[in-house]
């Protein structure tokens, strides 16, 4: 009984001010009430410590908050300080955490049977989480559902399309859904052991409320490039970095598709592909469009395509470089060392955090 009573007050106190926001009187929290942050990313700090971080525009950090684990992808809501960061794969957690106070909101666990791939989309209106998992038994690709209102409830899942599902991004103004399926099959028994090269198939799924719409795949002769990351430009063609598995040499590392049409594989010379050694470990768009970046942190290479021609365009040596995002003017890239750069055409900006940067850089 006075549990009850003790917790009554703050019950009628949370939905005293639910009402008040409802109705319009409170402003909702929103990404500037975290210091607007441009970008989200994972790090980590010499002590072994992990941390999701708000980076600015102007390459300073504006906030730190612990995470559990080594953290891999996030994905920001679209109107709330609100951020889910996700453990490396074969994870099988994902915290959602308040940016504005650091604090963890909910923590998300695959069922029995699943683990995650490390990205997460929300809806445009951000009542939906998706999440790229696994069904490690069966060797199937599943995409999570996840209720944001119900204190982010799991739903259900639907099929991504394929096997190995690993980036997923949203096409602009809808919520259909592009699901980039690497085509490799892990078990966590084997840890990261790829057990199935010689039949895998990547490819790219298009999924529209719950169902499969399209799928594009690459032709047989590169069904040994997993199609891993994702960046969708404003006219929503999908532009896509590959994992080479093959021993011989691979023709491109970095695709494009626009539904309706055919996969395209952007050209660079053969010196220039063999420089990424076979793993593009993350992409973006410009915001205009007619640029796509691509990293290697095993190359130590930044190339610039452009969209039109669909040829390389530019080359930047940096060392242990992975993550990549849009900015205005060019893009911005984080390094393993702690470096973070703006490349624009006009110059470079540039800074230097206490920290690891982990794969990705999330725009907000």
Not at 54 to 81: K, Q
Not at 195 to 203: E, G
Not at 220 to 234: C, D, E, F, M, T
Not at 283 to 308: C, E, K, L, M, Y
Request: hydrophobic share 40%; with cysteine; aromatic share 6%.
């Amino acid at each position: 009984m006075a549990t009850e009573v003790s917790g009554a007050p703050q019950r009628g106190r949370r939905q005293f001010l639910g009402g008040l926001i409802a109705a319009g009187v409170l402003p909702v929290p929103s990404w500037a009430d975290a210091g607007s942050p441009a970008y989200l990313a994972a790090g980590a700090r010499a002590d072994g410590t992990y941390l999701l971080c708000g980076i600015a525009a102007d390459l300073s950090v504006l906030f730190e908050i612990p995470l559990p684990a080594r953290g891999h992808a996030a994905a920001a809501h679209p109107t709330r300080p609100q951020a889910v960061a996700f453990a490396r794969r074969p994870g099988t957690f994902a915290v959602v955490i308040d940016c504005a106070t650091g604090r963890q909101q909910a923590r998300l666990t695959c069922p029995e049977g699943r683990h995650f791939y490390g990205h997460g989309v929300f809806s445009a209106g951000g009542e939906w989480l998706f999440t790229t998992e696994n069904d490690f038994e069966a060797g199937a690709g599943r995409i999570g559902i996840w209720d944001v209102a119900a204190g982010y409830r799991r739903r259900g899942e639907i099929s991504s399309g394929g096997i190995g599902p690993h980036d997923i991004k949203r096409l602009p103004g809808t919520d259909i859904l592009v699901v980039a399926n690497g085509g490799i099959d892990t078990h966590p028994d084997t840890g990261r052991t790829k057990l199935n090269i010689p039949t895998m198939a990547p490819n790219l799924s298009y999924i529209d409320q719950g169902k499969i719409v399209e799928q594009a795949a690459l032709p047989h002769a590169q069904h040994k490039n997993s199609i891993r990351h994702l960046a969708v430009g404003p006219g929503g063609d999908v532009a896509f970095g590959m994992q080479w598995q093959g021993e011989e040499p691979v023709e491109a590392l970095v695709g494009k598709h626009q539904r309706g049409g055919q996969i395209a594989l952007f050209d660079a010379p053969p010196e220039a592909v063999r420089e990424m050694e076979g793993y593009i470990g993350s992409i973006a768009s410009s915001p205009d469009g007619a640029r796509v970046a691509v990293t290697s942190p095993r190359g130590n290479r930044v190339q610039i395509f452009d969209t039109g021609t669909m040829g390389l365009s530019q080359v930047i040596s940096l060392n242990d470089v992975c993550g990549v995002a849009p900015a205005e003017g060019g893009f911005t890239v984080t390094t393993g060392a702690g470096e973070l750069r703006c490349l624009r055409g006009s110059g470079e900006a540039r800074a230097k955090a206490d920290l690891m940067w982990d794969n990705h850089l999330i725009p907000v």
